[in-house]
Every structure is written in structure tokens, then in C-alpha cells.
């Protein structure tokens, strides 16, 4: 099982530029997160959705789009990189809406915006 | 607010037990969890431990629960140099789609 996967692995970008972090799972999980990992802190809940066509903000979701138009997908779009975005970036997703199925995350997207 | 705070680095010696201590401020939690974190890889479930429970053994692993305290800790018996990792502990607020709130993670270091 693939379980969670993030692309791409690493990237830099330029102020000002786009892009979209990719996530996909092959577990059937309806739930799915987007995190945000700052050095020395924990992670930070961005958006989340509970299902294909539904998302929510989380934590700390400006400057970020998502969206779900299947249950396997979840990008992450970024829209007008700034320097404060500089972060690694974790997927992750859960079966249900219950506190004891944990979730299963992806190795992360190590973003670097100069 | 929710909150939850760790030490930051924790070194200990080959074979010793290791202790990693949390405390959370929301007294509503249902749920915490322990997830490790190896470098350059996700974040990893190790255990997790009801709120109504307060203690929890998985072969090396101990979870203790001070539910009065709002405090947490992680034992890891006969700990070894493949334990060293990044500890993070997490809380679940009760309600909410499996929100998870984390503290900033515990850098377990061990040496021979």
C-alpha cells in the first residue's frame, strides 16, 4: 500500500510565484488534511475536508486554496508565494470522524520560497 | 485556548528507559496521541491514550495520563539508537473532525 504521497519532494520558488502541493491517497479515507511544519514548533492545521466536495479552514489557512473533487485528492495551492510560506508541508488523512482512528501522514513537501 | 507544550531535547544513553513529558491545556480532550517523527519522513502513530484511562503499556512503550494535571508522558523502556527521532505529542479536542493539536516535539537523542 501506497497510504499517503506527497509531490513533490522538495521545491524553491520565487516571490510572487504559484504553485500546487499534491496529495493523494489509496486508503479510502474520507477525511484529509493539509499541515504546516515551522522549524522548532509543531505542526499547524491549514484546511481540511471531510469529504469530496467539502473543505474547512483550519489554523492558519491564508494564503493557501484547497480543494476535493475526489476522495483520493487534496491539493494544496498556493497562490502568490511569500517568504513567510517557507515550510515543510504534510498530508495526511483518517478513516472517520472518530478521535481513536489515527491519522496516516505523507513524508512531506519541503518548500523553500526566496 | 488549546495548548500543548514539550521539552525540546531529551538525550539518554543506550539501554536506559527514556522519558518524554507533555502538558496540554485543554481539559475537554478525548483523545492524545504519541507520533514519532524520523528525519526527512512523516509523522508516524506510536499510541494513543483515552482520556478516561491513565495508563496505557504497547510492548516498550508506557503512556501515563495525569488527567488533573493535564499532564502526559511517554516511557520508552530500554530505549535504542533507532529510537532517536523527533517525539511530538497531540491532543483532540473534543468535537471537531479529528483536529489534531500538537506540541512543538521532543528531539530524542541516544548515545551509546
Known amino acids: 500500500n501506497a497510504g499517503v504521497t506527497q509531490t513533490p519532494k522538495f521545491r524553491i520558488l520565487k516571490i510572487g510565484q504559484s504553485m500546487t502541493l499534491q496529495c493523494t491517497q489509496d486508503m479510502n479515507h474520507n477525511y484529509m488534511y493539509w499541515y504546516r511544519q515551522d522549524p522548532g514548533m509543531g505542526l499547524k492545521l491549514i484546511y481540511y475536508s471531510v469529504g469530496a466536495g467539502i473543505t474547512d479552514k483550519g489554523e492558519v489557512p491564508n494564503g493557501y486554496n484547497v480543494s476535493r473533487s475526489t476522495t483520493e485528492d487534496f491539493p494544496l495551492r498556493l497562490e502568490l508565494a511569500a517568504p513567510s510560506q517557507t515550510s515543510v508541508y504534510f498530508c495526511?488523512?483518517?478513516?472517520?470522524?472518530?478521535?481513536?482512528?489515527?491519522?496516516?501522514f505523507g513524508d512531506g513537501t519541503r518548500l523553500s520560497i526566496l | 485556548g488549546e495548548d500543548v507544550e514539550q521539552s525540546l531535547f531529551l538525550s539518554v544513553r543506550e539501554g536506559d528507559s527514556s522519558v518524554i513529558n507533555c502538558t496540554y491545556t485543554d481539559s475537554s480532550s478525548t483523545y492524545l496521541y504519541w507520533y514519532k517523527q524520523e528525519p526527512g519522513a512523516g509523522l508516524q502513530l506510536l499510541t494513543y491514550?483515552?482520556?478516561?484511562?491513565d495508563m496505557k503499556q504497547d510492548q516498550r512503550l508506557t503512556v501515563l495520563l495525569n488527567k488533573k494535571d493535564k499532564h502526559l508522558s511517554l516511557r520508552i523502556a530500554d530505549t535504542q539508537t533507532g529510537d532517536s527521532a523527533i517525539y511530538f505529542c497531540?491532543?483532540?479536542?473534543?468535537?471537531?473532525?479529528?483536529?489534531?493539536?500538537f506540541g512543538a516535539g521532543t528531539r530524542l537523542a541516544v548515545h551509546p
Open positions: 497531540a491532543e483532540t479536542p473534543i468535537g471537531g473532525y479529528n483536529k489534531l493539536i
Open positions: 495526511a488523512s483518517s478513516y472517520r470522524d472518530r478521535a481513536n482512528q489515527p491519522q496516516h
Open positions: 491514550i483515552f482520556s478516561n484511562m
